[in-house]
Nanobody
Framework: QVQFVESGGGSVQPGGSLTLSCLAS????????MSWYRQVPGKGREFVAF????????YYADSVKGRFTIFRDNPENTVYLQMNNLKSEDTAVYYC?????????WGQGTLVTVSS
């Protein structure tokens, strides 16, 4: 059973930092591209970043480029999202997912709230 367990969210002030973690299970983690998404309540889910299987290649949404860093630890089946210089518009529930045509269930996500 494929599962994603996100953690590390919290409340921070604008300009602050957080690092999110996503522990994946139920598949061979090292063979999949992994992505982070986020969703503001009442809005659609938005792509944030992806990372290649080996971590050599990454890609970011324009809205987070230069502030967020995605990285992974294949032996630990974990993908991370380091978020710096957070802005109020980064407030959302963050999810990770593998890049696949399979209909994986989403995890519960982790809530990030950026507010002064």
């Amino acid at each position: 059973q494929v599962q994603f367990v996100e953690s590390g969210g919290g409340s921070v002030q604008p300009g602050g930092s957080l690092t999110l973690s996503c522990l994946a299970s139920g598949f061979t983690f090292s063979t999949y591209v992994m992505s982070w998404y986020r969703q503001v309540p009442g809005k659609g889910r938005e792509f944030v970043a992806f990372i290649s299987q080996t971590g050599d290649n990454t890609y970011y949404a324009d809205s987070v480029k230069g502030r967020f860093t995605i990285f992974r630890d294949n032996p630990e089946n974990t993908v991370y999202l380091q978020m710096n210089n957070l802005k109020s518009e980064d407030t959302a529930v963050y999810y990770c997912k593998r890049n696949t045509l399979s209909m994986d269930a989403w995890g519960q996500g982790t809530l990030v709230t950026v507010s002064s």
